[in-house]
């Protein structure tokens, strides 16, 4: 495991808001190299701009366009030590009204997308000697829920591909796991989906950064293979330092 994230170089999906822009910012103020991927070029840019971070705009439910915002990313920053897929589009529809492409869409941004951005990732990491791979996931991975089907689907398989990862994974010193907010956050996305009654305990996504932020500091020899809770690990991570 690292004891410091300084210079070390990450991949975040989904950082132009929510989440993702949290975790740009808290892995910024450790001192480490990003790369910032999401779909909503300029405020993308802005974000990139103000931590001197690469800003690589794409649509990821493309498979073209992953594969050369990936093959960017190691191009101008080098090997990538720690990839964080949180990306994700959640536009709840009824299974009769969820279209070929709709289904598509809501899919190869979760699945697709960390197939090509892992994969890649893959050799490198290994032949760096370590890296840290963590997938976005939800209650989506572990429940269904109604109007969700192509959204449920899409995290399920984030949590089996995980799992077999992070099998594969340890002789080349690469820890695999997947993490849900495990708390109500404050996002555009959730702004769009969430009733009053949860936009009332929502937080602010940065209270939920001390877990990633721990989590880019594993190899095999700390957490792999898990589904991890990121406020409750964050909030005993916080109570360690008090």
Avoid at 140 to 165: N, P, Q, R
Wanted: hydrophobic fraction near 45%; proline fraction near 5%; include cysteine.
């Amino acid at each position: 495991m690292a004891d410091s994230l300084k210079g070390v170089t990450a991949v975040i999906t989904g950082a132009a808001y929510g989440l993702g822009h949290a975790i740009a910012r808290a892995y910024a103020a450790e001192g480490m190299r990003l790369a910032l991927m999401d779909v909503a070029a300029e405020p993308l840019q802005s974000l990139a701009d103000e931590l001197n971070a690469l800003a690589i705009p794409v649509d990821l439910s493309d498979a073209g366009q992953t594969q050369h915002a990936i093959d960017k990313a190691l191009e101008e920053l080098g090997p990538i030590r720690v990839l964080v897929h949180n990306a994700a589009i959640l536009r709840p529809l009824p299974f009769a009204e969820v279209t070929f492409d709709e289904w598509n869409k809501t899919v190869n941004v979760m699945l697709q997308a960390a197939y090509l951005l892992t994969k890649t990732c893959w050799q490198p990491m290994t032949d760096a000697g370590s890296g840290s791979i963590v997938f976005v996931s939800s209650r989506s991975g572990i429940e269904g829920f109604v109007d969700e089907t192509h959204y449920c689907a899409g995290k399920h398989a984030l949590e089996g591909l995980m799992k077999s990862l992070a099998m594969e994974g340890e002789s080349r010193n690469i820890a695999v796991n997947t993490i849900t907010p495990g708390m109500y956050m404050h996002t555009p996305m959730s702004e769009q989906n969430y009733p009053d009654e949860l936009k009332s305990k929502w937080v602010d996504p940065m209270l939920l950064t001390p877990a990633f932020v721990d989590l880019a500091k594993q190899d095999v020899s700390g957490t792999t293979g898990q589904r991890l809770d990121a406020w409750q690990l964050s909030e005993t991570l916080r109570s360690k330092e008090e």
